[in-house]
Every structure is written in C-alpha cells, then in structure tokens.
C-alpha cells in the first residue's frame, strides 16, 4: 500500500502520541514497582509490574503494527483511551489531580482518530 503525504504524516502523529501514552503507563509502573509507596507493598510492587507490561505491550503495538497500518492495531490500541477514562470516572490514581489522565485520554484519541484515513481510507487494506 502506498499512502499519500498526508496520511504519512497523521499515522506519524497518530504512533508518536500512543508512544507517549505508553511510556506514561510505563514509567509510571516501573516508579511503582521499585519504589511501592502502599500498605501492601507487594501489592504494589504487582501492580507496578503489570504497568509496565502494559506500557511495553501497547509500546511495542503502536510502533511495530500500528506505524505499519495494521488496522488489527488501531482497535487493540482502543483500549488507552478506555483506560484512561474509566480511571478518570473512577477516580482511581495514580495523582489526585487528574490531569494526566485527560492528557493520555486527549494523546490517545489523537492517536487514533486523526490517522482514521490510514486505516479506513478508499486505500486501506484490511
């Protein structure tokens, strides 16, 4: 598939922002994991790991197969804008403030709604 100059460039702003929220997710997990700040360290230190799985998974995603146009890619990485939001609803941390959360969630739907074309364009293959 050859993809015109524009839809060159929105797939480029569209991995580079998943990229961010991804390195968000892991950085945040890998503070979690070697420094626990909870009761229940371990608990913490779990689910600090199961962060930065996240962060690698849905990194390595939105480099590899997403910056490729799989659109396979671009409905698993749905799941960055979800999270955010559930944890914004739910209240849930990490922080109080929350506005990391509405930066990820904006990251994630410019991710994925302005390289729409790429995936869903007349030259989009499944």
Known sequence: ???????RVTLR?????????????LGFG???ALVP??????????DGL???GLGLFGGLIAVIPFRRGDRWA????????VFWALH??????PGTDHIHQIVFIAL??????????????????G
């Open 30 to 32: 890998l503070v979690v």
């Open 37 to 46: 700040m909870g009761a229940d360290e371990l608990l913490y230190k779990a």
């Open 1 to 7: 598939m050859t993809e015109s100059a524009p839809h």
């Open 50 to 52: 199961a962060s930065v």
């Open 108 to 125: 994630s739907l410019v991710g994925l709604l302005l390289p729409i074309g790429s995936f869903f364009g007349r030259k989009a293959e």
């Open 88 to 93: 914004l609803m739910g209240g849930l941390p």
């Open 74 to 81: 671009w409905w698993a990485l749905w799941f960055y804008p």
């Open 13 to 25: 702003i569209g991995w580079i922002c998943l990229t961010i929220v991804s390195l968000g997710i």
